[in-house]
């Protein structure tokens, strides 16, 4: 499934994580406050283009290739991983939804680093009840003048350019929704100071306030009433995915870390990892893994590849979550009282892991979304990845699909 640009890629990114983000992880545990270089650097290194078209001057390299850069990057850091795909999301709503001009003007500024969007949806009131947002967008005099309140937004201390779906129609209905785009320094939108979270330290997800924002009406992406549309498919396709990765890369680091103390301690005269309690917690947790990278590689090749992948989209965020959450546990008593010191590395991925069930979907939602598929109340009739297949094409238009030489897929990057 990997091929070698893919395994060339990860060992760039791992280099580039531990000479670039690992110094900075206890800088940014201690001060929690937002990391604004690095988002910036990871961007100037292209990866927030890598599913742009080649035609914009991105990567063009796919789903799996952004998998692996979000996954090797949150091995070093979940907040930076974190950050890394959150942009993503925001470059979705552009590459979909966006017009030739709104593609022409922002995506060669996505791929040359220089701007990070980010996808503003959730609503202190709102969340998994998109529909139930209360922030408004009116016209005024030939522009649209937006109000309201979004929360946890990724990046949204550091964004260039906010990917903001908000209710322009009467009702709740699925046409009452409309998404634009809205620069960052625009009269109207401020962003409250970062507030304390439970872990990602570094990583800015904080709240966009929306005061008589005006902006043109060229800022619209796509049509009146296609906000849904833009927020789930973005959520959907790329969301799912991006989670998923940042869950492998928190769990190959529960792995090598809960490994490398069990190795290095003795108990009863012998490895702690040699305790059968303790090397049953080491497999499980790898089983977890490797199964996890299987069903996340498979769900976005098949979206490399242009074929109907939603489920497997919607299943791999729901499994990779959940068997990282569960490994960080094991990690955390592998380590015995040692695992609460910082120094020790799990505490840190322990509380990260936490940040994997709310984002692109709860747990609930995800296995909501798969119920639908056997009890035949899907909502929504076409699969994303069908009905957005003609753009999706473009996001790996610079891809070689050639299998590596070795044909491993597990571990073809540790
Ligand atoms: C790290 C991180 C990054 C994020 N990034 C972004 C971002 O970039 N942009 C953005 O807009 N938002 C972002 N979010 C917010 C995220 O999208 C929301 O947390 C998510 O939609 C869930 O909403 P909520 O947290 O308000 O929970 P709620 O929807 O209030 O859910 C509360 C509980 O009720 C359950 N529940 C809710 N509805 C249902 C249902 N229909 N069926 C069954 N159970 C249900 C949930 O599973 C949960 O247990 C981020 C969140 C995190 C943690």
Redesign the pocket.
């Known amino acids: 499934m990997l091929t070698q640009q893919h395994t060339d890629l990860c060992q760039q990114v791992r280099a580039f994580g531990e000479a670039e983000i690992a110094p900075r992880v206890s800088a940014m545990e201690e001060t929690r406050a937002v990391e604004h270089h690095l988002p910036q650097l990871i961007a100037r290194q292209g990866w927030i283009g890598v599913a742009v078209s080649r035609r914009f001057g991105g990567m063009g390299a796919g789903h799996l290739a952004k998998t692996l850069i979000i996954e090797e990057l949150s091995r070093v850091s979940a907040a930076m991983g974190?950050a890394a795909q959150?942009s993503q999301?925001g470059t979705a709503m552009i590459v979909h939804h966006g017009s030739s001009e709104q593609q022409q003007d922002w995506l060669p500024r996505v791929a040359d680093g220089s701007c990070l969007p980010?996808?503003?949806?959730?609503e202190p009131g709102?969340?998994?009840?998109v529909l139930g947002m209360e922030s408004t967008a009116r016209r005024s005099r030939g522009d649209w003048v937006l109000n309201g309140r979004?929360c946890?937004?990724?990046?949204s201390h550091v964004g260039g350019v906010h990917g903001v779906v908000v209710r322009t129609g009467r009702g709740r209905g699925h046409g009452s929704l409309s998404a634009f785009l809205v620069e960052a320094d625009r009269p109207g939108l401020s962003v409250p100071a970062h507030r304390p979270r439970h872990g990602?330290h570094g990583?800015a997800?904080g709240e966009l306030v929306l005061d008589n924002c005006r902006i043109p009406a060229a800022n619209m992406l796509g049509e009146p009433g296609d906000g849904l549309a833009v927020a789930y498919s973005s959520s959907i396709l790329y969301g799912r995915a991006n989670l998923a990765a940042v869950a492998l890369g928190i769990h190959q680091a529960v792995v090598d870390t809960s490994s490398a103390y069990a190795g290095s301690q003795r108990r009863y005269g012998r490895p702690l990892a040699a305790l059968s309690a303790v090397e049953q917690r080491l497999g499980q947790m790898r089983a977890g893994l490797m199964s996890g990278r299987v069903i996340a590689y498979d769900a976005v090749s098949r979206l490399d590849r242009g074929e109907a992948c939603d489920d497997e989209l919607v299943n791999a965020k729901l499994q990779t979550a959940r068997w990282a959450q569960e490994s960080a546990q094991w990690g955390m008593e592998v380590h015995g009282a040692a695992g609460l010191l910082v120094e020790h590395g799990i505490e840190r991925l322990h509380r990260d892991a936490q940040?994997l069930w709310?984002?692109?979907?709860?747990?609930?939602?995800q296995a909501?979304r798969l119920a639908e598929g056997v009890t035949g109340h899907h909502t929504q009739h076409l699969p994303w990845s069908v009905l957005l297949a003609p753009s999706l094409a473009s996001t790996c238009d610079g891809m070689t699909r050639s299998p590596a030489p070795s044909g491993v897929l597990a571990e073809a990057h540790a």
């Open positions: 974190t959150a999301l980010t996808i503003a949806v959730t709102s969340g998994s009840h979004k946890f937004v990724g990046n990602l990583f997800c940040h709310a984002p692109a979907g709860t747990g609930d939602i909501k």
